[in-house]
């Protein structure tokens, strides 16, 4: 695995939540998106080497509804960055971490990603995440 790419955030208001990420890395956020097989909508701030994805649900059958029914707002996951994530995946899978997808599906901010489930990874869930290139 490469570098922490970012540090995911469950906030219930994306709008309120981009305001005050705003004031709180001194920068707008440079993309906002919406991934509807996810139930998502999204945006990413960059601060230096650092970024942020703040996640709202948009479904209450959204990951990210049920995350916050359970826990709250707060971290929802720490993605990282890889090269390859099909290696990567089946790497883990060898090391006997339970993946939540069998393939890599289209994340935000084009990425291929992949999730670890949490119960393997003391509570953490873990994306990782390879740039999609243009062909
Ligand atoms: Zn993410």
Redesign the pocket.
């Known amino acids: 695995m490469d570098k922490i790419e970012?540090i995911?955030i469950a906030v219930k208001n994306l709008k309120d939540s981009n305001a005050l990420f705003t004031k709180l890395m001194g920068v707008e956020p440079y993309k906002m998106e919406e991934v509807a097989s996810e139930g998502v909508r999204t945006s990413f701030f960059k601060s230096g080497p650092n970024k942020v994805?703040l996640l709202e649900a948009t479904t209450t059958e959204s990951p990210i509804a049920k995350f916050l029914e359970k826990k709250g707002e707060g971290i929802h996951?720490i993605?990282f960055a890889v090269e390859d994530i099909k290696k990567e995946m089946a790497r883990l899978q060898e090391e006997g971490f339970v993946l939540l997808n069998e393939k890599p599906k289209k994340?935000?901010d084009n990425k291929w990603?992949a999730f670890l489930h949490p119960k393997g990874t003391n509570g953490v869930l873990v994306?990782l995440?390879q740039e999609i290139k243009e062909e």
């Open positions: 970012h995911g994805e996951h993605a994340g935000a990603v994306e995440c």
